[in-house]
C-alpha cells in the first residue's frame, strides 16, 4: 500500500468517528418524553395498535400519580347591556314641579254667529265663521302670565265676518301661597271683528292688570282690574260712528275654569276722540262646556255709546249693538292623560 492511500484512509476514519461522537452527545442533552417518577417503575410501551382504543367510562377512576386538567366552564352568552330609559313623555312621566302651574282652554270649530243693532233700522245678520278662540294661565315660582286669542272668518248676512285678537300679560305674583295670591302683570292688547254691521278695533299697550288669583290643577280663579293706554282704535254700529282718542282705558275682569267648563266676563270703557264726549262701553262675556274630545261655547258682546247719525238727528243718540254666537268644536282640554307602562329599573353592577 502506498502512503498516500495510507494516510487517506486514516484521515477517513478518524472523521466517521468524530461524527458519530457529536451525533450521540446530541441524543443526551434531548428531554425524555415522559420521565417516570422516581421510586416508580416505568412500565412497558404497548404495541401500536392500528384500531382506535375504547373511549374509557366517565366513572372511571384515574390512576394515582395522574394529574388532572382543570374543568372548563360551558362558555355562556355575554350580558346583554340595560336598556336605555325613554324619554320622559307627557304628564303621567313628567311629574309637574309644585311651584309650577299651566292651564290653557282652546277650542277651534264652527261657530254661528248673530249680530242685532238697537237705536237704529236695520242692520240685523247672521253667518257661519271658522273659529279659535282660547285663554292661558301660567304660573311658576312668583311669575305669572295670561294669555288671550281669538280668530274667525267667514261670512253672513252682512258680507265677510271675522275677528283677530291677541293678548299677552306677565308679572308678579305675592306668594301667600303656593296657589293663590294678589298679582300685577303688565302687557298688550290688538284686535279688530266685525262685518258690515258692526266692527270694532283697538291697540292698547301698556296694560296693566292687578287682580288675586287661586291656580291649582284643572281649577282657575281670578277677579282683577285693568287700565291701558289706547294708542289707536275705531267703534261703528251700523252707521254710528266712534273714533277711539289716545287715553285710558280701565275696566274689570273675572275668569273662572275648572276641568269642564269655562266661564269668563270683562266690562271695559274706552276714551272717545270726536264730537260726542261720550265714551263707548263693552261688555263681554264667554261660557263653554268640555268634553274632550268636544266643546260647546258661547259668547256674547255687547257696545253701548252714544253717536250722531246724520244731519237730520238734532242730536246724539243713544246705540247699541249685540255680537253673538254658538261654537262647536274641539278641545284638548278635560282629555284623559296617556297611561305609560310602568318602565323596569335598570341593572346595576354589583
Known amino acids: 500500500m502506498r502512503p498516500s492511500s495510507w494516510f487517506a484512509g486514516a484521515l477517513t476514519s478518524l472523521a466517521v468517528a468524530g461524527l458519530g461522537c457529536v451525533a450521540w452527545g446530541a441524543e443526551s442533552d434531548l428531554p425524555l418524553a415522559d420521565p417516570a417518577a422516581p421510586g416508580q417503575p416505568t412500565a412497558p410501551a404497548e404495541p401500536a395498535s392500528s384500531s382506535p382504543a375504547p373511549a374509557a367510562p366517565s366513572s372511571a377512576v384515574p390512576a394515582q400519580g395522574t394529574v388532572l386538567a382543570p374543568a372548563q366552564a360551558r362558555p355562556t352568552a355575554p350580558a346583554r347591556p340595560p336598556p336605555e330609559p325613554e324619554p320622559c313623555a307627557g304628564p303621567p312621566c313628567c311629574k309637574q314641579r309644585p311651584w309650577e302651574a299651566d292651564h290653557d282652554s282652546g277650542v277651534f270649530g264652527l261657530r254661528a254667529a248673530v249680530t242685532r243693532l238697537h237705536g237704529m233700522s236695520g242692520g240685523d245678520s247672521v253667518g ?45 305674583r305675592v306668594p301667600v301661597s303656593r296657589d293663590h295670591g294678589p298679582l300685577l302683570r303688565m302687557g298688550f292688547q290688538a284686535y279688530l271683528r266685525g262685518n258690515d254691521s258692526y266692527y270694532a278695533s283697538l291697540i292698547d299697550f301698556p296694560q296693566l292688570q292687578l287682580g288675586y288669583q287661586y291656580l291649582r290643577g284643572d281649577t282657575v280663579v281670578e277677579l282683577g282690574g285693568k287700565a291701558g293706554a289706547v294708542l289707536v282704535g275705531r267703534n261703528r254700529i251700523g252707521d254710528a260712528r266712534r273714533v277711539l282718542g289716545t287715553g285710558l282705558e280701565y275696566g274689570g275682569y273675572g275668569a273662572l275654569q275648572l276641568s269642564g267648563m269655562r266661564a269668563g266676563v270683562e266690562f271695559t270703557r274706552l276714551p272717545v276722540d270726536d264730537a260726542v264726549s261720550t265714551p263707548v262701553d263693552i261688555a263681554e262675556g264667554t261660557l263653554c262646556a268640555r268634553a274632550a274630545p268636544f266643546a260647546l261655547c258661547a259668547d256674547a258682546r255687547a257696545t253701548f255709546t252714544r253717536a250722531e247719525l246724520g244731519p237730520d238727528e238734532p242730536a246724539s243718540k243713544a246705540v247699541r249693538s249685540v255680537y253673538a254666537g254658538i261654537l262647536i268644536g274641539f278641545t284638548e282640554e278635560g282629555k284623559p292623560p296617556t297611561k305609560h307602562p310602568a318602565k323596569p329599573e335598570p341593572a346595576t353592577a354589583k
Open 128 to 172: 257661519l265663521t271658522a273659529w279659535a278662540q282660547g285663554e292661558q294661565y301660567h304660573r311658576d315660582r312668583i311669575w305669572t302670565t295670561r294669555w288671550i286669542y281669538q280668530f274667525g272668518i267667514g261670512g253672513g248676512g252682512s258680507g265677510l265676518d271675522g275677528a283677530l285678537q291677541g293678548g299677552f300679560a306677565g308679572g308678579a
